[in-house]
């Protein structure tokens, strides 16, 4: 396994569990409230959920990228 491969991985994995603590903080009551008086959520549901697409997206494309070299 490549180094590409390695932190692509750990990068999507990363992304992946930022993307789970951003569901579960959208699911609390404070949140869902906020939600739905302002139409947004907080800014700590927003930086989970733009931290977890950033890192999914980015070791996804490192993976894909270390399997191309190979």
Do not use: H
Not at 36 to 42: E, L, N, S, Y
Not at 54 to 68: H, P, Q, T
Request: hydrophobic content about 55%; overall charge positive; aromatic content about 12%.
């Amino acid at each position: 396994m490549t180094q590409t491969n390695i932190v692509g991985l750990v990068a999507f994995a990363i992304g992946a569990v930022l993307l789970f603590f951003a569901w579960r903080a959208s699911q609390a009551p404070m949140d869902q409230m906020s939600e739905a008086m302002t139409g947004r959520f907080t800014g700590n549901t927003m930086w989970y959920l733009l931290g977890g697409i950033v890192g999914v997206v980015a070791g996804a494309a490192l993976l894909y990228r270390g399997y191309m070299q190979s």
